[in-house]
């Protein structure tokens, strides 16, 4: 993680067990990670999270950084698009970090979703089932 970055982290106790494929799940969460580090802008902070809601498990990253456009949030998930936003931590990404996430959580029966404000930050969320 690049120096100066203030991550929470908070773990709702007792979360049921969700069969899943941890390396991939590892992965998963590296990428969203690595992406709101690369999106933060000069607010250098995020928070992840996870918890239960209903029948899933769920597991959040947010950042306080550039936001996305609302004219791109549908298409950020596609394999090779990339935000047109320069205002990174001085590295672009390849545009298949989050292509990975969303083929990962969909092999687990579940999905990932984002909620995004411009100058407001992102948040991603994996929605994870606890049983298929």
């Known amino acids: 993680m690049q120096q100066g970055f203030k991550v929470d ?14 390396a991939a799940i590892k992965q998963a969460l590296a990428n969203l990670v690595d992406n709101a580090i ?9 928070t992840v999270s996870a918890r239960r809601a209903g029948a899933e498990v769920r597991i959040e990253v ?3 950084g550039i ?4 004219a791109e949030v549908q298409r950020i998930f596609e394999k090779f698009y990339r935000v047109g936003r320069s205002e990174t931590q001085g590295r672009r990404g390849s545009g298949v970090g989050l ?11 579940g999905r ?7 100058d407001s930050g992102s948040r991603f969320t994996l929605h994870l089932p606890l049983r298929s």
Do not use: M, N
């Open 112 to 118: 990932v979703s984002v909620s995004s404000r411009h």
């Open 99 to 109: 292509a990975l996430v969303k083929h990962i959580a969909e092999a687990h029966g």
């Open 67 to 70: 936001g996305i456009p609302p």
């Open 9 to 22: 982290v908070a773990i709702e106790p007792d979360l049921p067990e969700v069969p899943l494929d941890p």
């Open 38 to 46: 690369k999106y933060s802008g000069a607010r250098r902070r995020l």
């Open 62 to 64: 947010a950042d306080e």
